[in-house]
């Protein structure tokens, strides 16, 4: 009877050993991964250093944003014929070509009206960034690690350039078997906290292209695919006015006058 009772519980304990392994293996994993990602005690001491640091930054860039970037400041800044010394954040890698054409999806460069007071966008973001990084720290269990440094890191290298734009942005419209192109007119800025002025601007005039490819799909419920066709156009005509823009950012900025 014990020998039948073994054969029959056998598979159960053949399985119960083979799930505590793999908890064992699993646990040893997770064990290795935290001690791959536990923090020297010089790394340690660096986001101690940089969290309050990039508190300290984010009130500077604000009151310097606030103090130096008015209507009048923005009107009296030209772009000239040299170069800017600087890429603007985010802007880096924006060629013209097949690679980078699905580089950015989103609403491209924040416009304000001419006369109004622009706001320190950016550093609001990296602002929100930060808190959003303290909440991490205090809540994972293991404390502070290499992947916090690294994003306490790269928020410290944020908050120097701040790229601004003035002008109007009109929408492009999808008609029936065309399409009126949208535009984007304005002049965009790079101001430097640490240097306390604008250094670069470029003036923009932007449109969609003369032919945007789209993709869409047909279904049962719409043969023709009419619904989806006006969708898919809509989206990467802004998508397209978007890439244009940045695009004319990154490789337009110069030197201010």
């Known amino acids: 009877m014990s020998i039948l009772g073994l054969v029959i519980m056998s598979p159960f304990l053949w399985l119960g050993w083979n799930c ?20 020297s005690p010089t790394e ?7 969290l309050p640091e990039l508190h300290a930054a984010v009130t500077r860039a ?43 999806y989103g609403n491209g460069l ?26 991490r720290i205090a809540k994972d269990e293991d404390g502070p690690t290499k992947s916090h440094l690294e994003s306490a890191r790269a928020l410290a290298g944020e908050l120097d350039l701040i790229l601004i734009a003035v002008g109007a942005r009109t929408e492009p419209m999808v008609l029936a078997d065309s399409y009126m192109p949208g535009t984007v007119r304005g002049t965009a800025y790079l101001y430097s906290v640490s240097a306390r002025k604008i250094i670069c601007a470029v003036d923009l005039a932007v449109e969609n292209a003369p032919e945007v490819k789209i ?35 990154a490789n337009g900025l110069r030197a201010v006058r």
């Not at 293996?25 to 290795?32: G, I, P, S, V």
């Open 20 to 39: 505590h392994k793999r908890a064992k293996q699993n646990d040893e994993w997770r064990a290795e991964a935290r001690e791959r990602n536990a923090l």
């Open 44 to 50: 340690h001491g660096e986001l101690e250093r940089l």
């Open 62 to 104: 604000t009151k310097a944003f606030r103090e130096d970037i008015t209507p009048t400041t923005l009107a009296a800044a030209v772009p000239g014929e040299a170069p800017c010394p600087q890429r603007a954040p985010g802007f880096e890698d924006l060629r013209d070509d097949a690679s980078s054409r699905y580089a950015y």
């Open 110 to 135: 924040e416009l304000v009206k001419p006369g109004e007071q622009p706001l320190p966008r950016s550093v609001q973001s990296t602002a929100s960034s930060l808190q959003d990084l303290e909440e």
């Open 215 to 249: 993709e869409y799909r047909t279904s049962t419920y719409d043969v023709t695919g009419s619904s989806n066709k006006r969708a898919a156009a809509t989206a990467e005509l802004a998508r397209d006015l978007a890439l244009r823009t940045r695009r004319a950012v």
